[in-house]
């Protein structure tokens, strides 16, 4: 039984590219949530999604970042235009509909590193 | 704006000794709260969560809650080197939306 998947495991961008990042959420669940790690800091909510629809995502930045979980496939975590400032660790959770709390899954994160 | 706040640490216990992490909370209407075990470059690791006012135990870990004063604490007991890591505090914003502190290193030595 895989764990959440998250690819790729580093990301290396130069200011002004794009960032892609990649979840699988565990076999079965349908709930994706998205965090990100700042160096020495705990981790902050960005965004949570459902297949097709983003339910909360208060988390993300108004501008450069955008979030999706089609039918088919992963979730996407898309940044536009990096910036010195993105360069964290960016990490996907997962759950089961109507699951609590302690039923979030955390995927191994996404490095991403901004030159 | 709910908020939780740790010590970053380092805390450093010798081997066989209880580490005792704390944690408040800003929001007195949290209800549920977690505790994240985290290695180095690793993903968060949930260890302990807890809901009621008292003690959780589980293993050599044991969680206390106390609403009244919006406290929270991670005890270990007989710590080793293995728990060397960030302990992260957590508490439910909604929806699985969870709401970390920074987190506190510990360091368990020989």
């Known amino acids: 039984n895989a764990g959440v998947m998250q690819n790729p495991r580093h990301l290396v961008r130069r200011r002004g590219q794009e960032a892609r990042l990649r979840c699988s959420p565990m076999?079965?669940?349908?709930?994706v949530y998205w965090y990100r790690q700042l160096p020495e800091e705990g981790l902050k909510f960005m965004v949570y999604?459902?297949?097709?629809?983003?339910?909360?995502e208060s988390g993300m930045p108004k501008e450069r970042f955008s979030a999706e979980f089609p039918k088919e496939g992963p979730s996407i975590l898309r940044i536009q235009q990096v910036v010195r400032g993105d360069s964290a660790a960016y990490f996907c959770a997962s759950s089961l509909p109507g699951q609590g709390d302690e039923k979030l899954f955390f995927g191994s994160g996404t490095q991403l590193s901004v030159l | 704006q709910k908020e939780v706040e740790q010590n970053s640490g380092p805390l450093s216990v010798p081997e066989g000794a209880i580490a005792s992490l704390n944690c408040t909370y800003s929001?007195?209407?949290?209800?549920?709260f977690f505790w994240y075990r985290q290695y180095s470059g690793k993903s968060p690791e949930l260890i302990m969560f807890i809901y009621s006012n008292g003690d959780k135990e589980d293993g050599r870990f044991t969680a206390q809650l106390n609403k009244a004063s919006q406290y929270v604490s991670l005890l270990i007991r007989d710590s080793q080197p293995s728990d060397s890591a960030t302990y992260l505090c957590?508490?439910?914003?909604?929806?699985?939306?969870?709401?970390f502190g920074a987190g506190t290193r510990l360091a368990v030595h020989p």
């Open positions: 957590a508490t439910s914003g909604g929806y699985n939306k969870l709401i």
């Open positions: 999604l459902q297949k097709e629809n983003i339910i909360d």
């Open positions: 929001d007195r209407g949290s209800q549920s």
């Open positions: 076999k079965g669940h349908s709930h």
